[in-house]
């Protein structure tokens, strides 16, 4: 472990505030550390890490300098058709908190060295703000390299305009030279997932534009929430106007949530703390459904609550670990338990699942973490090894039915097992930092509040 890292380590503790009551009162700091603490499981933290180092290693090797590697043909991809070195800067910090030295200078080195955000492209603002913005932040946090905080500065900076809509809300694209932003239909995850990295960028750099502009387009969703506390699946960004009104916890609507709850945590956000807390509660009235003694989160519409659908799916996995982060760890363990079942069915989870009739409605498995993070979530709160168990069979599956010679493939379809030409950076970034840090022990990132973003990259409160 290098010594700047062993220098954040020491300065920080973890913040997950397993111990912490579901409602706390507005003038509460974020939490005490965790009633429970982890000892670690060696053995599979190793396995963990050695499995993180072959689809690293497979990268370096046929994609280095580029986006993405696609695992089967062996080549690789950029985003926009030049390189905004999504890979390492996703990967970076999970192999800083791996303790991988060499492999993280090597990484550092060529974002210090190559990444520029000088580019003629129009980029989808919530993935960049998400992966890049939030990558560089975390690793400039747990390194000190001046350059990684130079790069966030230029890279929010080019971002901003994507905020000037008529509502506050952002357009979907925004061109990183010209600043022109477009793209209308947009939804409350891409709208609201934004104020954790904004804001951390804002106390970094002093320049409370940032959190300023994030965190109005995080209220302007809140207050199109119906009567009933409920937000919808689509808006206008121009007019603000919902255009489906499908409310349930999956794509589109999922990290809202998980916002409104950390950005209270890492900033002590009152607003966000009453925004979550009403949302939240909705949320928990209408959504839920009980099926054979199971616990699930399906669709309703958002004005009248009535039930529209019964999926279930791999991104809607996030809400058990949100639940038990949050204090509410008796539901969010039976949504895990229903999560893991929907695992179980084929061996690994598929993007959508009908829980009422127990079939796959979409069979595709993009290298999901969610349910990973979820069970790290639980295993935190609770020490009970029924999460790492849990883990170790989920770990197992992913190796068995994803690794290629050169990474992890993810799979067309979790029935027939077919592989799909596809390794996401938030695969390195987010999937396997959450295997590790189940087995890691608590001592993995250390000491003080540490709030991990949704694509899982660490960032703490800025005195």
Request: hydrophobic share 40%; proline share 5%.
């Amino acid at each position: 472990m290098n010594r700047r890292l062993r220098t954040f380590l020491a300065a920080t503790a973890i913040g997950l505030l397993a111990g912490c009551a579901s409602q706390p009162t507005a003038t509460e700091a974020p939490g005490p550390p965790p009633t429970v603490r982890a000892a670690p499981d060696a053995a599979m933290a190793e396995r963990v890490k050695a499995a993180f180092l072959h689809g690293w290693n497979g990268y370096r090797q046929y994609a280095w300098g580029h986006d993405v590697l696609l695992p089967l043909s062996k080549q690789p991809r950029d985003w926009y058709g030049e390189s905004l070195l999504m890979t390492p800067v996703d990967a970076l910090d999970t192999m800083l908190v791996m303790g991988l030295d060499k492999e993280a200078d090597d990484a550092r080195r060529l974002i210090d060295t190559q990444l520029s955000f000088d580019r003629d492209v129009d980029v989808k603002h919530f993935e960049i703000v998400i992966r890049l913005l939030g990558g560089l932040l975390s690793s400039y946090q747990m390194t000190g390299d001046p350059k990684l905080l130079a790069l966030a500065d230029d890279l929010g900076a080019r971002l901003l305009p994507a905020f000037d809509s008529p509502t506050g809300l952002p357009y979907v694209y925004v061109n990183l030279r010209t600043g022109k932003a477009h793209g209308t239909d947009t939804n409350p995850a891409e709208a609201g997932t934004l104020l954790l990295e904004y804001g951390t960028l804002s106390r970094l750099t002093g320049k409370p534009v940032y959190y300023e502009k994030a965190k109005r387009a995080l209220v302007e969703t809140y207050k199109r929430r119906s009567k009933i506390g409920l937000v919808g699946e689509r808006f206008d960004v121009d007019t603000g106007k919902w255009t489906s009104t499908s409310s349930h916890i999956g794509a589109r609507i999922d990290s809202y949530y998980e916002y409104l709850w950390k950005c209270w945590l890492l900033f002590g956000d009152r607003d966000c703390l009453r925004m979550w807390q009403e949302s939240i509660a909705a949320a928990n009235r209408y959504l839920p459904e009980e099926v054979d003694g199971k616990l699930w989160y399906g669709q309703v519409d958002m004005d009248t609550g009535a039930r529209t659908g019964h999926e279930y799916g791999a991104l809607d996995a996030f809400m058990p670990g949100l639940l038990a982060y949050s204090g509410d760890v008796a539901r969010g363990a039976r949504l895990e338990d229903s999560s893991f079942a929907m695992w179980q069915a084929h061996g690994i989870e598929p993007e959508a699942w009908d829980y009422r009739k127990g079939e796959v409605t979409a069979a595709a498995y993009p290298l999901r973490p969610e349910i990973v993070e979820s069970a790290w979530y639980l295993y935190r709160a609770t020490g009970d090894a029924k999460w790492r168990d849990m883990g170790r069979t989920m770990f197992d599956d992913f190796v068995r039915y994803t690794r290629t010679d050169a990474g992890y493939a993810a799979l067309k379809s979790v029935v027939t097992k077919e592989k799909a030409d596809d390794m996401e950076s938030f695969v390195l970034a987010e999937t396997f930092k959450y295997y590790y840090l189940l087995y890691a022990g608590s001592g993995a990132l250390g000491r003080g509040i540490v709030v991990l973003n949704t694509e899982a990259h660490p960032l703490r409160p800025v005195p």
